[in-house]
Structures are given as C-alpha cells and as structure tokens.
C-alpha cells in the first residue's frame, strides 16, 4: 500500500523559508513523477511544483517560481519543496502527490495523481 | 499558463444524476482528470484520460470530452457522493486544477 508522509510545516513570518519533506512507501519511488500540491483554508487545490524520477524534468506554477525549489532523494524515497521569501498567500496545506508515470512535458498527456498524502500545514504570519 | 471553470456548486436529489462541467484551456486538446475530496480528506481520482476510471471507482461515475467543455456524471447520486470535484490538465511541464465544484446531495 501506497503511503505519503509530509512532514515540515508550521508556522513562519514572512520573508523566512521552510522545507517541507514527504516519505514515500509502498512502491518504487524511482518509478514515478512526484508533485506537490497546495490549498489554502477554504480554497481549491493548487499545483505547486512537479519532478521526474531522475529529477530531469521540473516544472513550476507561476506563482511559486524562483521562490521555491522542488527536489528527491530516490536513495531515502523522500521528495522535497524548498520555500524561499514566504509570503501571506503561501498559507496553505501541503500535499505530496505520486504521478500515475514520469513528468508531462508537454500537453497530450493522460497522467493524473493516484496517491496523496495528508498535508502538512504551513501558515505565514508575523 | 490555463484556466478552468467548475461551476461552484451542483446540487442533486438522491438517486438523480449529477453533473459538473468544466471548460477552458483548449480543452478538446488535452486529457481531463477529475478528483473529489470529502470535508477533512485528501483529494481522490475518480476519472482520467477523460472517461476512464480508477479501480475500485464505482461505474456511476462516468467522464467525457466534446470541444472546450469536459464533464463528470454521477448517476444515481447518494450522500456518499457529495464533496468538492476538481478537474485537472496538463500544460507543458505543468498542469492546472479548476476551482472546485461543491456537489450537495440534498
């Protein structure tokens, strides 16, 4: 059985950073694509940040590129997001997600996440 | 960068068929995956490449694609089934969620 363990979250002021890490168990991890997905208190789910299994292929949203850095260690099955310069609206819960396959590189691409984990909790407040 | 439009809210009586559309982003050009997240839970993949399903997805749910407009039906709707649905696509080394359709099963 597939398992997703974020750890990381809590609470910090803006400008500061925060690692957050997600253990992954129950399947190859080198397999597949990994991506993090966020959502803020009683919002929708948005895609964060996504990676390849050899780490190759990154993509970003828009709203998150340059601040933050999405990376594995295929070693310890552990998937990783850097955030960087930490604002308000990054407030959100974060979510480890496994791609069905590797990363979409493009727009014909029938991949979609079939395991999530719980989320850890990132608030950013003075 | 796309957008995608969910209406925010369906509502349906038991045993009714639901149905939540999602449009935008040159639709007809992409493969649509649906999710639904319950209160308190993280998100579940219900539909992908447009009409197919995961296993252990029941075949009341059911997804299809014409033009810029994807849409998810439910048949047979039971409390079970309320919670939010998002749609999601991909772009190149990216991919976009819609804002959410918050089905109530009245």
């Known amino acids: 059985e597939v398992h997703l363990v974020e750890s990381g979250g809590g609470l910090v002021q803006p400008g500061r950073s925060l690692r957050l890490s997600c253990a992954a168990s129950?399947?190859?991890?080198?397999?597949?694509?990994m991506h993090w997905v966020r959502q803020a208190p009683g919002k929708g789910l948005e895609w964060v940040a996504g990676?390849?299994?050899?780490?190759?292929?990154?993509g970003y949203a828009d709203s998150v590129k340059g601040r933050f850095t999405i990376s594995r260690d295929n070693a310890k099955s552990s998937l990783y997001l850097q955030l960087n310069s930490l604002r308000a609206d990054d407030t959100a819960l974060y979510y480890c997600?496994?791609?069905?396959?590797?990363?979409?590189?493009?727009?014909?691409?029938?991949?979609?996440?079939?395991?999530w984990g719980q989320g850890t909790l990132v608030t950013v407040s003075s | 960068s796309f957008d995608l439009t969910q209406p925010p809210s369906v509502s349906v009586s038991p045993g009714q068929t639901a149905i939540i559309t999602c449009s935008g982003g040159?639709?007809?050009?992409?493969?649509v995956s649906w999710y639904r997240q319950k209160p308190g839970q993280s998100p579940v993949a219900v539909i992908y490449?447009?009409?197919k399903r995961p296993s252990g997805i029941p075949d009341r749910f059911s997804g299809s694609s014409s033009g810029p407009t994807a849409t998810l039906t439910i048949s047979e709707t039971q409390a079970m089934d309320e919670g939010d649905y998002y749609c999601?696509?991909?772009?190149?080394?990216?991919?976009?969620f819609g804002g959410g359709t918050k089905l109530t099963v009245l």
């Open positions: 040159r639709l007809g050009d992409r493969f």
């Open positions: 999601q696509a991909w772009g190149p080394s990216t991919t976009v």
């Open positions: 990676i390849d299994f050899t780490s190759r292929y990154i």
């Open positions: 997600a496994k791609d069905i396959s590797g990363f979409c590189t493009n727009h014909v691409c029938s991949n979609y996440f079939d395991s």
């Open positions: 129950g399947f190859t991890f080198d397999n597949f694509a």
């Open positions: 490449q447009d009409d």
